[in-house]
């Protein structure tokens, strides 16, 4: 965080994350993301890695932004196009106004949200990601993507959503840090509790728009002790089987229902994620 000046202060001195058993000695994913987009939740660990990718790719802050971006324009469609209500956003990352609920809840204020995430830190800014309308309803579990029963029998989910009715299963910028063999059997396993009419948005990094890019990106990730895996367009369309995909399909984020009234569309070679919206039938 920062002080008035200028002054970076670091936020294990933030009341929220005081008491919250941190390892800022390790970079981490959703603090690395937090300071590509700006924000200032993160720490020396982070933007250590963080600022090596900068340095050798320039556009990665844009190209962080897309990728946020995009979660906005599929959160809106979902809830203004599809007419869903029920949120289940894994892997939610440090809160980024506007996060997922105030999208969903600025088209029905009744939307539900739950937010799932392991980062302790995330944790300690929960606050910020309940405070939706009073209409609706958000909650947040702290859970692990790679246990998905423990996940859905959590009582807060429970109390929250209704597994009866459709669901989006929001997946954004989680994928690529697990390999396939993970990553796949999850999701199909998320997705079989969910009933028709449910849908899953996801997005996934890829080589296949900015190699060169993506080799940097991907290398420092790796010296960070950060797991990673960059996926091709049809590898990323493995995670919809037996979905029905939402039209463009699977796409470069860049390309998928372009807002240009919310900003410059960067082009392809700027972006390095997929994204896709699929509905269970």
């Known amino acids: 965080m920062e002080r008035p000046g200028g002054e970076w202060l670091d936020p294990s001195e933030d009341e929220a994350v005081r008491a919250v058993d941190l390892r800022i000695d390790v970079a981490h994913s959703?603090?690395?993301?937090?300071?590509?987009l700006g924000g200032k939740t993160n720490f020396?660990?982070?933007?250590?890695?963080?600022?090596?990718?900068?340095?050798?790719?320039?556009?990665?802050?844009?190209?962080?932004?897309?990728?946020?971006?995009?979660?906005h324009r599929m959160v809106r469609r979902l809830a203004a196009v599809h007419g869903i209500r029920q949120?289940?956003?894994?892997?939610?990352?440090?809160?980024?106004?506007?996060?997922?609920?105030?999208?969903?809840?600025?088209?029905?204020?009744?939307?539900r949200i739950v937010y799932v995430d392991n980062d302790p830190i995330v944790l300690a800014h929960a606050r910020t990601l309940l405070a939706g309308t009073s209409q609706g309803r958000t909650a947040y579990v702290e859970g692990d993507f790679r246990e998905p029963a423990k996940l859905l029998a959590d009582p807060a989910l429970r109390q929250t959503l209704d597994l009866d009715r459709p669901v989006a299963l929001t997946l954004i910028?989680?994928?690529?840090?697990?390999?396939?063999e993970t990553a796949l059997p999850l999701v199909a396993e998320l997705l079989g509790a969910l009933p028709p009419g449910s849908y899953l948005a996801l997005s996934a990094g890829t080589a296949d728009s900015a190699p060169a890019w993506a080799a940097i990106a991907s290398r420092r990730y790796s010296e960070a002790g950060i797991e990673n895996h960059l996926r091709t367009?049809?590898?990323?369309?493995?995670?919809?089987?037996?979905?029905?995909?939402?039209?463009?399909?699977v796409v470069l984020i860049n390309r998928w229902h372009p807002d240009p009234a919310a900003g410059p569309v960067p082009p392809d070679g700027e972006v390095m994620a997929y994204a896709g919206l699929g509905r269970k039938p």
Do not use: C
């Not at 982070?46 to 897309?66: F, L, Q």
């Not at 996060?99 to 088209?107: D, K, S």
């Not at 910028?173 to 396939?180: G, Y």
């Not at 367009?233 to 399909?249: I, K, M, N």
């Open 233 to 249: 367009r049809a590898q990323v369309e493995r995670f919809f089987a037996g979905l029905e995909l939402d039209e463009p399909g």
């Open 173 to 180: 910028n989680l994928v690529h840090f697990l390999s396939d």
């Open 30 to 36: 959703a603090r690395v993301y937090d300071y590509m």
């Open 87 to 111: 949120f289940l956003d894994i892997g939610t990352g440090i809160p980024t106004t506007p996060n997922l609920h105030e999208v969903a809840q600025g088209i029905d204020s009744a939307s």
């Open 44 to 71: 020396a660990a982070d933007r250590a890695a963080a600022d090596k990718i900068i340095a050798e790719w320039p556009g990665s802050r844009a190209s962080a932004s897309a990728a946020r971006a995009v979660m």
